[in-house]
């Protein structure tokens, strides 16, 4: 196979492999919650604001402060974001032709139009990123809101909404996390597609240590919500 062709036949593979992995962990999300770790956070997040809303008068601080924690994180990873997609931009911009010498170590098509497909994914991630981080920041704003109502206390209605929104602001930046991760594979792209094929396979091994749970953390969830309902039942 010609070195012009492989960007056509790596990089589609690298990308399937990621969607295919992704696939199947929506699915094991959807049958089998516990088995990953974003399950078992929604669930571990659910049963935190049930134990807050006990007393949001009492809870109330306490509450603020953890959902401006993880409005600083979204709001970090915001603008981590968007300055490192300025920082493309600029740099697409100002590039000229005359940079032969670092062509040298692309070993795969080294066409002007497959040059700039390729920051433009870059640049896409990042935008993506950006904006699934700021959706988070503003689930999380709402939340604060919500969290420290006293008159939804022990309303179970109310408490499923608010665990609710919690839940999807963690998702967006659970996504927004995502494709920092993608962008990885996209960058190193830039240097053939051979680094980036390699890339997504390391990656698949390792997102997939970081998304699923052992059989111990399984186990020590298990026996946490059932003794914080075994204490409700007896309040």
């Known amino acids: 196979m010609e070195a012009e062709q492989l960007d056509y036949v790596?990089?589609?593979?690298?990308?399937?492999?990621?969607?295919?992995?992704?696939?199947?962990l929506l699915i094991t999300i959807h049958r089998h919650p516990i088995r990953t770790v974003v399950g078992l956070n929604a669930q571990s997040r659910h049963q935190w604001v049930l134990s807050i809303m006990s007393d949001p008068l009492?809870?109330?601080?306490?509450?603020?402060?953890?959902?401006?924690?993880?409005i600083m994180a979204s709001t970090l990873l915001a603008t981590t974001a968007i300055t490192l997609s300025s920082l493309i931009g600029v740099f697409v911009s100002t590039t000229s032709d005359s940079g032969n010498t670092a062509s040298r170590l692309i070993y795969g098509n080294k066409s002007p139009l497959l040059s700039s497909v390729k920051y433009?994914?870059?640049?896409?991630?990042?935008?993506v990123a950006f904006l699934l981080n700021v959706q988070s920041i503003r689930y999380y704003a709402h939340v604060s809101f919500l969290?420290?109502?006293p008159t939804w206390k022990g309303q179970k209605d109310y408490l499923e909404y608010v665990a609710r929104n919690l839940n999807r602001g963690s998702y967006f930046w659970s996504l927004g996390l995502r494709a920092f991760y993608l962008s990885f594979p996209l960058f190193l792209w830039i240097f053939g597609p051979i680094p980036m094929f390699v890339c997504c396979c390391i990656m698949l091994f390792v997102l997939y240590f970081l998304d699923t749970t052992t059989s111990f953390t399984r186990h020590l969830h298990t026996n946490s919500i059932r003794r914080t309902d075994d204490v409700e039942s007896v309040g």
Do not use: D, E, M
């Not at 790596?10 to 492999?17: I, Q, S």
């Not at 433009?120 to 935008?127: G, N």
């Open 10 to 24: 790596l990089v589609p593979l690298g990308l399937l492999v990621l969607v295919a992995y992704h696939v199947w």
């Open 58 to 70: 009492k809870n109330g601080v306490l509450a603020v402060q953890t959902i401006r924690n993880n």
């Open 120 to 127: 433009f994914s870059i640049l896409l991630c990042f935008l």
């Open 147 to 149: 969290a420290t109502v």
